[in-house]
């Protein structure tokens, strides 16, 4: 490699197999391995800071999405050729996107070739806005964002020029929605995989009784009459498992995922008001949940049986 860098061989390994595969995909826009090495180290770095672990460093590095990070990493050495095959990819894309979110009567053509020339512009700090993307989210999600935010920029904008309170996108709701989207996309992973690893701590008899109630939505005291136990039990049991998934859920994301304070209450926030997380999902995530017994016509919850099942 070209510049010293205290990278671990296994890190350096992943990166150039991943430019090898991004290569496939992308095609040859003239980026070399060491450049794209020396690229990933500096988003790890940003993000790890002192960090010396080298398991956490490779595992931090393979939950980035490499393959777009190389494409956008050659865009930022300026390279034609990855420009060319951005626009290629990503172009039908950003355009579907700002006619999903822009009033009619726009120019969305204009727009969306207006937003796809600003990330080679450079922003305040001077440098092009495309090296902002980090590879923590997919290049797709990333690109989602910029068009929602600048479509309610733009939004904003009118208002205060034409002291005007008519709401110029017309349905506020699909921002909304596509925000929500956003948010499930960049969470969907590390959330499953926090999930799932807490569900493998329960025993067989936890996993059931959480089965039980939110899958077959049991009353406490069916479940107590199968168990053989008083229903206070299965109420402090099933309080005491909620609260241990919950949280072992924290724990993962940010021992595992390296996710703030601040990301894990946003996270945690999205799936109890998204709506299309499940119920039962949701319930878990809760700081401090209600178990009331409920009537068999509620419409059951069903990720918390999936997972049980797949265990």
Known sequence: MKQAMPASIQFVQIVEQSSDDSKGYYGDVGLSKDLFTG???????????????????????????????????????????????????????VADLVRFCYRQGTEKEEVA???????FLPDRSGRQRIASYDGR???PTWL???????????????????????????????????????????????????????????????RLMLFWRYENNLQLGEIA??????????????????????????????????????????CLTDIVANQHISISLAKLMQPSPTLVPTSRSTPPPSALGRSAQGR
Do not use: M
Not at 64 to 80: I, M
């Open 39 to 93: 690229y990933v180290w500096s988003i790890v770095s940003r993000h790890l800071k002192e960090c010396s672990d080298d398991l956490v460093i490779v595992d931090f590095t393979r939950r980035l999405f490499l393959r777009d990070l190389y494409l956008t990493c050659a865009c930022v050495h300026k390279s034609e050729r990855a420009w060319e095959a951005f626009d290629h990819r990503y172009r039908r894309f």
């Open 225 to 266: 009459k199968l168990l053989g136990i008083h229903q206070s039990n299965v109420t402090r049991q099933l309080l005491r498992l909620q609260a241990r998934l919950r949280e072992s859920v924290i724990h993962a994301l940010a021992s595992q995922h390296h996710l703030g304070p601040l990301a894990i209450k946003e």
């Open 137 to 139: 989210s997919s290049l």
């Open 144 to 206: 989602r964002v910029i068009v929602i935010n600048r479509a309610i920029n733009e939004r904003n904008e009118r208002k205060v020029a034409s002291e005007e309170t008519v709401i110029d996108i017309p349905d506020g709701r699909a921002i909304l929605n596509i925000q929500s989207a956003v948010h499930a996309e960049r969470y969907s992973k590390a959330l499953t995989e926090s999930l799932n690893q807490a569900f493998q701590t329960l025993a067989p008899r936890e």
């Open 113 to 119: 070739d207006s937003i796809l020339v600003s990330l």
